[in-house]
């Protein structure tokens, strides 16, 4: 069969011939091929936006044109950066990067230099960095848990860097722990009646240092735990370096057997927390600059106001801006520019929310019928989610009272007075009101 990247160069020439040079260079020229999948070519958008408007606006440009390129691939799909992973984790195409192969070659963006230290990240950071410099003496194993997006695994390839530069002659193995699950069962599977074969052991246990990303998922893998525990003793008493990520404590791994558990603790266990304000705006700043994108300090911190629990998304949210105002041809230098690229990202509730949004939530909340709401039933139900309701439209999009009353069928004023103010009352002394409405906020909030 072609090769997909010859058949896609082929595509886009066809492609180029049919429509204008800056929708080519708009919504074609980023689309890049990994894969066939039966008789599709799989192509990976970097951004959500280009693959909505080909699969709405350019379907049939692309179809047309695979249709004279190729007899077999007669269709494709179109899938975001996220989405790949999430493929990748399906195994249902075959990828260029065979998922089972475990390189060990580090991603060269992972670098400590490309790491900005805080306070959330400088104990983790500083730990790292003397593990790279004296694999095997300095803390053995090392542990680094924290949330997703944190910088765990970048840490693990900044140390994979640095000894490959510095130390050429150890032997570095970083490996998911998706992969080494996946490879321990493989080779069960293939070798039904015979012990674990040589080469699974020489590879894990043949090496200097070895990096564990991801543990928390031997979660139900009793005898892939079973293999790693021999396998870190076999390490550890050879004195080879050991590092593991989770994203919670090693006490918190409660599915680990006893005697793993208390083998990763052995060492020194370290977290990365939440980045603070300051850190969040020096990525940033450092990301701008490595990509060379002038973007005013005002965007920048509009941009790490909205993006606290992951430096992912937060680096996801700076791409985006730089990228749209690539396609518009203008300045970073106006706040609507932001709010637009990220509009999908940031939710648009300031925008979009109505008194009926409200309602609607409230009733779903509480079970009620939005109709009744209206009318003149008496029910304690309804009448206690009116008064949410009229709370809420009252504090969150400051509607005059006498307009929420007629929205109500025409209650009258001093009704809706009565309402807000016993639900703010309520609010105080009352903690499950308080958490309802914080819940339905959250809900709209989250629109
Ligand atoms: P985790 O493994 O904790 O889920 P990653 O290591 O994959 O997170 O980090 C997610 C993204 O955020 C990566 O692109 C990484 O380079 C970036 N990142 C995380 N922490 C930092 C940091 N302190 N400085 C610069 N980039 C960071
Ligand atoms: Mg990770």
Known sequence: MENYIELWEKVLSKIDHSVTPVTYNIWF?????????????????PLKQIKSTIEKDFKQVILDALQETSSTITNFEIVTNDEVKYIQQKQNIVLPVEPIKVSSSFNENFTFNNFVVGNSNSLAYNAALAVAENPGKAHNPLFIYGGVGLGKTHLMHAIGNYITNKLPDKKVLYVTTELFVNEFIDMIRNNKYTDIPKNFRDKYRSVDVLMLDDVQFLKNKDATQEELFHTFNDLYNNNKQIILTSDRHPKELTFLE???????????TLDISLPDYETRIAILEKKAMNKR??????????????????????EGALTKVMFYCQLLEVHADD????????????????????????????????????????????????????????????????????????????RDRTTMLYSK????????????IATQVKDIKNIINKK
């Not at 994108?293 to 937060?314: T, V």
């Not at 103010?421 to 499950?432: F, H, R, S, V, Y």
């Open 335 to 410: 706040i609507s520019i932001v709010k637009e690229a990220l509009k999908e990202d940031i939710g648009t509730q300031e925008e979009e929310l109505t008194i009926d949004t409200i309602v609607d939530h409230v009733c779903s909340y509480y079970g009620v019928n939005k109709s009744d709401l209206k009318g003149k039933r008496k029910n304690k139900k309804i009448a206690d989610a009116r008064q949410i309701c009229t709370y809420m439209i009252y504090e969150m999009l400051a509607i005059p009272l006498t307009s929420i009353g007629e929205y109500f069928g025409g």
């Open 29 to 45: 020229s980023k689309l890049e091929p990994i894969a066939f999948q039966n008789d599709k070519i799989i192509l990976v958008a």
């Open 258 to 268: 006893d005697r793993l558990r208390s083998r990763f603790q052995t060492g020194l």
């Open 421 to 432: 103010n016993k639900i703010e009352n309520l609010i105080l002394t009352d903690k499950n």
């Open 293 to 314: 994108f002038n973007i005013k300090s005002d965007l920048l911190a509009f941009i790490a106001d909205n993006f606290k629990s992951n430096i992912r998304e937060l």
